[in-house]
């Protein structure tokens, strides 16, 4: 049996416009949701490097040789071992319900977080365990990067804090260990808290008491306590660790716990060294938040 090209090309070419005309028209309007006013990364984020506005042939040149590249030519060699009809199937069918539509709702939704990779969009969406699972480092750049005796600095914190509970102050007992200082204590007053972007965003105010009373704590917040002030003073910032426990227990209460009316204890633990050095500080210090505060160690 002869089997013309033509035919099938005209075919192909036939469902491929239809399901560019109906099926990409549905994917942009009701699901991506794309929209011709919004700004994209090229110009929000422009840098002349990574960022940069692009010619819309360039892009299409680029994202065209993206999906004909070796991978999604795998499916099709397998197929067509079974005959060429399996395989031409895989190419058209393939391409309108799974390749092309993979490639358009990354790329929308790249844009749509700021230009990020998408393992860095399952990271804000899903949260640190699914950046964790991505970077590696060798054993070189471990030693001269992380943050050594951690793991070992809980297990203290928390036996000494257990021991605590039963005779002492817990705080006290924090800083007995981990060093620092005691921040503040009152009754929280005021949470403001939004999510955005996956961070739990905002701030919360204390009313203080005891030594701290008549005066008022303000902690800014980004998954974790960025800025502590009280009244225009500035008394800690990250990197280094704004802690709020639970007076009386110790037990930490993290940002999405926060609520009215707890009575807590704010502390402030130093930073590593290698967390206060300039090159670090552009990453994990007040600006990096966009904070236009300098860092005072504590």
């Not at 490639?103 to 790249?110: E, I, P």
């Not at 306590?225 to 037990?251: R, Y």
């Not at 009215?260 to 210090?285: F, M, N, S």
Request: with cysteine; charged share 20%.
């Amino acid at each position: 049996m002869t089997v013309r090209a033509m035919p099938l090309m005209l075919g192909a070419l036939a469902v491929l416009t239809v399901a560019y005309r109906y099926y990409s028209a549905f994917l942009a309007a009701r699901v991506a949701a794309l929209d011709d006013a919004r700004t994209t990364p090229a110009h929000s984020n422009y840098d002349g490097q990574n960022f940069h506005p692009t010619n819309r042939w360039v892009l299409f040149g680029h994202h065209f040789a993206a999906i004909s590249g070796a991978g999604p030519l795998i499916g099709p060699v397998l197929a067509i071992q079974f005959g060429y009809m399996p395989g031409l199937i895989w190419l058209v069918v393939g391409v309108c319900l799974a390749g092309a539509v993979q490639d358009m709702m990354v790329l929308a939704a790249s844009v749509r977080r700021g230009g990020q990779s998408l393992a860095g969009i399952a990271r804000v969406e899903m949260g640190g365990a699914a950046g964790l699972a991505m970077p590696y480092l060798r054993g070189e750049e471990l030693k001269r990067t992380g943050i050594w005796h951690t793991m070992s600095l809980a297990k203290r914190l928390g036996k000494r804090v257990l021991e605590a509970r039963r005779k002492d102050d817990p705080a006290e007992a924090v800083l007995e260990v981990a060093g620092g200082k005691r921040l503040f204590g009152g009754k929280i007053v005021d949470v403001e808290r939004r999510t955005t972007g996956g961070f739990a965003r905002g701030k919360l105010t204390i009313l203080g008491h005891g030594p701290f009373a008549n005066r008022q704590m303000e902690i800014a917040f980004q998954n974790e306590n960025l800025v502590a002030s009280i009244g225009e003073g500035v008394v800690a910032t990250v990197p280094d660790l704004i802690c709020i426990l639970e007076e009386g227990t110790g037990e930490p209460i993290t940002t999405e716990v926060l609520r009215y009316g707890l009575r807590v204890v704010v502390l402030g633990l130093p930073a590593d060294e290698k967390l206060r050095t300039e090159q670090a500080l552009e990453v994990v210090g007040p600006r990096a938040f966009g904070y236009e505060l300098p860092y005072r160690p504590l």
